[in-house]
Structures are given as C-alpha cells and as structure tokens.
Nanobody
Framework: QVQLVESGGGLVQPGGSLRLSCAASISIFNINVMGWYRQAPGKQRESVALFITSGGTTIYADSVLGRFTISRDNSKNTVYLQMNSLKSEDTAVYYC???????WGQGTQVTVSS
C-alpha cells in the first residue's frame, strides 16, 4: 500500500510563496503520473501540476502557468510544488497523487489572504 504524506501548506499573503512537499513510501522513479491536484470549497478537484514520465513532460493548469513549478527528487521519493505570486484564488486543499496504484495524500491546506 502506497502512502503519500504532504507538508508545507499554510497561510500566506497575496504575492507570497509556499513550497509543498509530498513524500512517497515507495520509489517514484518509474511512476508514470505523479503530481498535485487541488480542491477549493464548493468546487471540483482539479489538476494543478503533473509529471507524465512516459512522455517526459509536465502539465500545468493554465491558471498556475508561470507561477508554480513542480519538481522531484527521486533519491528522496519526494515531489515538490513551488508556488510563487500566490493569489486568493489559489486557496484550496492541495493533494498529492500517484497513478500506480491510484493513491491520494491526505491533503494540505493553502490559504492566501491578507
């Protein structure tokens, strides 16, 4: 059973930055899809940033392009999400996800407010 543990959420002012971490209990080296989703109150869960290993690509939501950066450290089985220039509309619970097997983390709250 895969476990994903997120950390790094919190309260930040508009324009600020946060870095989220997701530590996996298994090797992430060969996982095909891994990354971050988010869910704001009253809204559907949406993808934010994903690694697609088979295609050697990363996919970002249009709303975060140029502000968020996904990265990974295979030696630590950890994926990161660097979030800069945060906006109030980025407020949500952020979830880590892997597709092999399909697994979600417990979520970490990000609140952007003055």
């Amino acid at each position: 059973q895969v476990q994903l543990v997120e950390s790094g959420g919190g309260l930040v002012q508009p324009g600020g930055s946060l870095r989220l971490s997701c530590a996996a209990s298994i090797s992430i080296f060969n996982i095909n899809v891994m990354g971050w989703y988010r869910q704001a109150p009253g809204k559907q869960r949406e993808s934010v940033a994903l690694f697609i290993t088979s295609g050697g690509t990363t996919i970002y939501a249009d709303s975060v392009l140029g502000r968020f950066t996904i990265s990974r450290d295979n030696s630590k089985n950890t994926v990161y999400l660097q979030m800069n220039s945060l906006k109030s509309e980025d407020t949500a619970v952020y979830y880590c996800f892997v597709n092999e097997p399909p697994t979600w983390g417990q979520g970490t709250q990000v609140t952007v407010s003055s």
